[in-house]
């Protein structure tokens, strides 16, 4: 079958945003649009009974677009968060590693919970297993490597990743960034710097990993923990790393691939993971932007052929090497043009930064309005679920 090119139909893309409205809604919020940086809430004359459109119309628009961005707290200095919480973002992501006991971090995370002035927050740690544990203090169990879970029988990696969710839990985390769903050809792991070279991967067959990240996904979802799916459409064939360095590309993965189908597969789970979108460059499939920049990745693919309707959260579009020839609020812009939802920043001194472009281009076009509008609705929607929204 022919792979997905630089442009799509426009039935595709009709169809694909048909989907993204259906699962989001496509209107405006209740209320006026405010386009200034006021905070004041919108007001209304009742309330809407439904907790989506409830929290909506509590938000002015720059406290809705601001629902759309996960910014970085250092592990060392989680003290700076509290200003982070109070901004108004949509969540907080502990970044680094930490052994302090879970629950110091509890007290932490309450604190940023309190002072958050909209819904409540997504606190996000990056919680695979191995050389990638972000928590490790009293409270928390080592883990083994994505690999060594691989080869776990069932019952026991399920007993791990319900423990996991549980431990990640008791310290107020509610988003994991796992598990990986790359797939590493057998013989490549060496050369895989991003995830084969540390043994992020479950196993070399979409079967393999499709089976041990599932069973991640629902034991982390049984403890109250929603899951990432990452980094779609997969980072197993390439060389280089997006974090550390720039024009990463993949030239051997096509829209038909098994690993990108893996992606859809796992993302139908009934615990509502979200995917997380790479931004390396897939030559066969889009070779003109990266994946995080790409509406034929996002929404000709994951949201048009593979059907996913949920929250793509993009990898780190703050420090990332891979990104820093773009400005950043271009960098938010297009993320979100493209059918994003969550854009997370390891560097939170960019979101304001992020959020006037975003403010600007919304003002300017109604069709990218209309976009906001989806995410914005996806966003609330996956924290009704995970009990973030008031009532």
Known sequence: MPTVGRRVSAPVIAVALSLLATACGSEPPPGPRAQSSSSAPTTTSSAPADPVEAALAGLDRRAQVAQLFVAGVPLDDLGSGDAVAESGVGG????????APAEELAQVSERWQAAAPGPGLWVAAD????DVQTLKG???ERLPSALQQGSMPPAELAALAQGMGTALRSAGVNLDLAPVADVVPPGNEQANAPIGYFDRQYGSTPEAVAAAAGTVVDGLAGAGVTATLKHFPGLGRVQANTDTSADV??????????????FGELAASSAAPFVMVSSATYALIDPDDQAAFSSVVLMGLLRGRLGFDGVVISDDLGNAEAVSDVPPGDRAVRFIAAGGTLLLTVDPELVPEMVDAVLARDASDPVFARTVDAAVRTALTAKQRAGLLEG
């Open 127 to 130: 919680q695979e297993g191995g």
């Open 249 to 262: 590309t993949d030239t051997v993965t096509t829209a038909d691939d098994p690993q990108v189908a893996l």
């Open 138 to 140: 009293p409270g928390f």
């Open 92 to 99: 907080l992501f502990m970044a680094g590693r930490s052994t």
